[in-house]
């Protein structure tokens, strides 16, 4: 056994400190094991006893941006070989942006099971929520895989940098999960709050549209978070410029947003199992 | 050296969704629970801990009594870390586990060996620990080839003997116990209970929350009863409910009945 540490907690007005949040945060993203196997049997809990099991998300995936692609590259005008791939980048990173945001706003009060039982670090349960929606994101990439493959977009550089973006993306959705989690453990009215704006941000991101058709009002896509999110794996993917702007956009925002992190941390982490 | 010790511990619960007037002129009055007071933002809070001091060393048993929302659950969970105390300080030395919920961590549609390490892990073991612990685990059990089916098709009683396994086979220094846990049919109860006995004997501090006097007074060694969240320390032989034969706690259990 190990030798027994002293805990100490003061009161709350004390225990607003960096060094607790700090460490929450890096204990959690420690415990891999935890999260890792928690994260895992999410998915496999949702596709139990079924024949093709997590192959469906592909499946549905697949059939829903096939349709789309078709339909709107006609609407469109454009050919469906550029149309297509380019559809499917920004239809599967989007979903699984929405997914993980909407997700994120029950993180705390969806683990209040586990949080009112054992001591964790709140991070647990924010890797948890990422990591599940990585595993479903691998899966839909083999359909942003075949789109490529098959339309004969890209090649292996700069394609491989759409990895570094999706590292970016984590990065981000880490801060992002963390701050709605704490904010929508305190006050309920945000989750569908986050839902109305999501839904509307699809159609203001160059998703089924690209950013070219804004002409010199491509500043519009240049404000818009989502744009770079998508843009990091999408431009390296389709063989298009390599988005350096986007790159750069995200690591700052990563920066900042995880500043902000640790800063609501600090000040709410030992209020949240109060909260749920 | 474990220990514990706890100076005017306060835990307020706000309370964000009741209009509250009405509700707390009717629960000032009544016998159950916290109080219930306003904070300085006028929100309304329920005083589950009130300004509770005390220390607990090796060896120490402590049984928690108090009648229904007196707060025994709470402090417990202030023990453990799960909620820190809202003013006060309070130090704990030692590795703590908690047995509140039977239940955590178990997925009906794992199978039983997966639900081992999904609650082991949950525990705080490192998955090379719950490894080791499986055959044991298992054994003690007496699932044999059911451990290989998802939850969902077994008993009531088979999953509580799962459940209860995993949950006591963990080693802690300070050992936080919601309860005495009681499982299954007449013979596994008496087994149950004998590990129990066994992990309680292990673990150099014990604090049980407890509605059984009889129990308390023969597992423990001290007695603390929380009423409205304020802790009184009394003497075993003050104990309500009078003298008590030798009784092993294997009898209390309503279960086994």
Known sequence: MNTPATKVYLGLSEARSLHAAIEDVTQGLGMVHLWGMLGWQDIKQRYRRSVLGPLWLTISTGIMVGTIGFLYSKIFGQPIRDYMPFLAIGFIVWNFLATTINEGCTVFFGAEAIIKQVKLPLTVHVCRVLWRNLLIFAHNAVIILLTVLIFEKGSLWPGALALAGLVLIAFNCLWIIMILGIFCARFRDIPPIIASVLQIAFFLTPILWDKAVLGIRGWFADINPFFHLIETIRAPLLGAAIPYASFGFLFLMGLLGTGLAIAAMSRFRARVPYWI | ?257
């Open chain 2, 1 to 257: 050296m474990p220990h514990i010790k706890a100076e005017r511990l306060i835990v307020e619960f706000p309370i964000y969704d009741t209009t509250h007037r009405s509700l707390k002129q009717a629960v000032l009055h009544a016998t159950t629970g916290g109080r219930i007071a306003r904070d300085a933002g006028n929100r309304v809070v329920v005083r589950a801990i009130d300004n509770i001091s005390f220390e607990i060393s090796k060896g120490d048993r402590v049984g928690l009594i108090g009648h229904n929302g007196a707060g025994k659950t709470t402090l417990l969970r202030v023990l453990s870390g799960i909620y820190e105390p809202v003013s006060g300080k309070l130090a704990v030395t030692g590795r703590t586990a908690t047995l509140l919920d039977l239940n955590l961590g178990i997925d009906p549609d794992a199978t039983g060996y997966e639900n081992i390490v999904l609650r082991g892990i949950m525990a705080g073991l490192h998955p090379k620990e719950i490894n080791e612990r499986i055959p044991e685990i298992a054994q003690f059990t007496e699932l044999g080839d059911y451990l290989d089916m998802p939850l969902r098709t077994y008993s009531a009683g088979m999953r509580l003997r799962l459940a209860f396994a995993v949950s006591t086979s963990i080693e802690a220094d300070i050992l936080l116990m919601d309860e005495w846990l009681s499982v299954g049919d007449a013979t596994f109860s008496e087994k149950a209970s004998k590990r129990l006995e066994g992990l309680v004997n292990r673990s150099p501090i014990l604090m049980l929350a407890s509605h059984s006097h009889v129990l308390v007074r023969k597992v423990c060694n001290r007695v603390f009863i929380l009423k409205h969240g304020e802790l009184t320390e009394i003497s075993l032989s003050d104990m309500p409910g009078g003298p008590v034969a030798d009784v092993s706690p294997a009898q209390l259990l309503p279960a086994a009945r």
